[in-house]
């Protein structure tokens, strides 16, 4: 029997449940659980005040996860980040304390306010699901999702993310303003207390591990993955960009159009999904060249560019 009946109420029950706290903003909060459900890492970017920080943290409650919220600043060391051997004077040995990545669901608040090298601390955490302090490996727990937030209009005192730590993120999520009604509603709901402290946990940690395994096994058509592949290649072909998606980014977009299937209750994935998914999981990976900046185009302009222009591949797909 196909466990993605079983995916879909879970993601369903997850969803509504954070949409108790994050109002009006319902495919910010699918993509945040696809992130979730394809176990990869989510980059929130968006001004302030918006509900960033209430997404992360509605999610781990929702979850039942442990959540540890780093607010990164440009004095923070790597050792603040992943954690620090220290002497213990009683029993004469070094002794592991623990950072604050060592948790399940994991804020890292304004992480381009951190210097490059706090930054890379980052790295191994997120690819290989691990730390190492001096030479000793100490594996973080499971499940493990970094998000990650920055506001893209403030630059002062900011260091850009590299392009290694960019790739590392499989999603690129923003939430933007809420409209007239939704935040008259925000207002009518945080009257007397927030909702989040009312915010009950929806599922847990185990259950997101099955579904998590149950989305592996959701059919691509050899149709579908070519569809990606070509369009991760048209972005390294394109004369405006200077540094395309990379096999990184054709494997992201082939993982979360798995969850997106899943979560709409398919075992199968449509082009529909890679085309829905693809600015959040490209836009992010794809550098423009100076000449394409000059003439104020974005990596969005050009990726529905290419996704228009992309023949969709015909046929089914569900076997």
Do not use: W
């Amino acid at each position: 029997m196909s466990a993605i009946p079983q995916v879909q109420a879970f993601a369903e029950r997850v969803i509504e449940n954070i949409e108790r706290v994050i109002v009006g903003k319902r495919s910010a909060v699918e993509l945040a659980v696809i992130g979730l459900l394809s176990q990869g890492h989510l980059l929130i970017e968006d001004v302030p005040g918006v509900g960033k920080t209430m997404l992360a943290r509605s999610m781990a409650r929702s979850l039942g996860c442990s959540f540890s919220r780093i607010q990164f600043t440009p004095d923070m060391l790597p050792s603040d980040v992943i954690g620090v051997y220290i002497f213990n004077q009683a029993t004469r040995e070094f002794e592991f304390r623990a950072g604050p990545v060592m948790a399940q669901i994991v804020l890292t608040d304004e992480i381009n306010r951190a210097t490059p090298k706090t930054q890379s601390a980052l790295l191994e955490a997120m690819q290989e699901r691990q730390v190492t302090v001096d030479g000793v490996t100490h594996p973080l727990p499971q499940p493990f999702m970094v998000l990650a937030t920055q506001n893209p209009i403030e630059h002062e005192g900011t260091f850009v993310l590299p392009e290694a730590q960019l790739d590392r993120f499989m999603l690129r999520v923003r939430l933007g303003y809420p409209g007239l009604q939704d935040e008259i509603n925000i207002l009518e709901r945080q009257q007397f207390r927030h909702p989040l402290e009312d915010l009950e946990q929806a599922a847990s940690a185990e259950e997101l591990s099955r579904a998590q395994e149950a989305v592996k096994g959701v059919h691509v058509s050899p149709a579908v993955k070519r569809y990606i592949v070509e369009l991760a290649h048209e972005t390294r072909q394109h004369p405006d960009v200077y540094v395309g998606a990379s096999p990184r980014g054709s494997l992201t977009l082939y993982r979360v159009g798995q969850a997106r299937a899943a979560v709409q209750g398919r075992d199968f994935v449509l082009p529909d999904d890679v085309k829905a998914l693809a600015l959040a999981t490209l836009a992010h990976r794809v550098i423009l060249s100076p000449r394409a900046r000059l003439r104020d185009l974005t990596t969005e302009h050009i990726l529905e560019e290419m996704l228009n222009e992309l023949p969709v591949p015909g046929g089914a797909f569900d076997r």
